[in-house]
């Protein structure tokens, strides 16, 4: 099974940067997607964004576009997620995720999650 170490949580304000980093191990293939979900209190757990592995590929939520970031080290299997221009209703856990399908936008999505991470809570203040 493949396990997720999550780190960058914090505290930031408004206009503020942090960055995420998902380290995953156990992976048997180079073809999977690690995807970044949030659950804000009261909601859903939702997809933010996805990269595959092999190439690279990437997906992002209309609410995240042209702010956040993600990317890969695959020397390191590593993914990133890179917020900027936080805002407050950014406010959640963040979780990292193992999907074993690289098709995209499909692979972002909750009941595609093979593997979770622990999360991680990002607060954004005003």
């Known amino acids: 099974q493949v396990q997720l170490v999550e780190s960058g949580g914090g505290l930031v304000q408004s206009g503020g940067s942090l960055r995420l980093s998902c380290a995953a191990a156990?992976?048997?293939?180079?073809?999977?997607?690690i995807g970044w979900f949030r659950q804000a209190p009261g909601k859903e757990r939702e997809g933010v964004s996805c990269?595959?592995?092999?190439?690279?590929?990437?997906y992002y939520a209309d609410s995240v576009k042209g702010r956040f970031t993600v990317s890969r080290d695959n020397a390191k299997n590593t993914a990133y997620l890179q917020m900027n221009s936080l805002k407050v209703e950014d406010t959640a856990i963040y979780y990292c995720?193992?999907?074993?399908?690289?098709?995209?936008?499909?692979?972002?999505?909750?009941?595609?999650?093979?593997?979770w991470g622990q999360g991680t809570q990002v607060t954004v203040s005003s």
């Open positions: 156990g992976a048997t293939s180079d073809f999977y997607t």
């Open positions: 995720a193992y999907v074993s399908s690289i098709y995209l936008p499909f692979a972002c999505r909750r009941d595609m999650v093979v593997s």
């Open positions: 990269i595959t592995r092999s190439d690279g590929r990437t």
